[in-house]
């Protein structure tokens, strides 16, 4: 078993920045790769950006492209998610993701099994 918990979230102005933090628990010696997905109100989850084990690849949706930097510290067992030059259109509930199997991860939330309870990012115009 691996429990997430996220933190970090909160209100910013259009055009600044926020740091997530997602720290994991238990069997995280399991852990393929971690992603970091976004439920804006009213519509359907969606994928932000994902790390794999060894934090060599990374891969980002074409809307935080160049604004969002995911990275990984393995000795703190956390994985942090960047975000900078911030919209309204990035308001959402921010969930942090990781899977156990090697064939799961990428962009779907269907691949990944454990999940933390999101932390809300509020971003006024």
């Known amino acids: 078993q691996v429990q997430l918990k996220e933190s970090g979230g909160g209100l910013v102005q259009t055009g600044g920045s926020l740091r997530l933090s997602c720290a994991a628990l238990?069997?995280?010696?399991?852990?393929?790769?971690t992603a970091w997905f976004r439920q804006p109100p009213g519509k359907e989850r969606e994928f932000v950006a994902r790390?794999?084990?060894?934090?060599?690849?990374?891969y980002y949706a074409d809307s935080v492209k160049g604004r969002f930097t995911i990275s990984r510290d393995s000795a703190e067992k956390t994985v942090s998610l960047e975000m900078s030059s911030l919209r309204p259109e990035d308001t959402a509930v921010y969930y942090c993701?990781?899977?156990?199997?090697?064939?799961?991860?990428?962009?779907?939330?269907?691949?990944?099994?454990?999940w933390g309870q999101g932390t809300q990012v509020t971003v006024s115009s």
């Open positions: 993701a990781a899977t156990t199997l090697a064939i799961g991860g990428g962009t779907n939330a269907s691949r990944y099994q454990y």
């Open positions: 238990g069997r995280t010696f399991t852990v393929y790769g």
């Open positions: 790390i794999n084990r060894g934090a060599d690849n990374t």
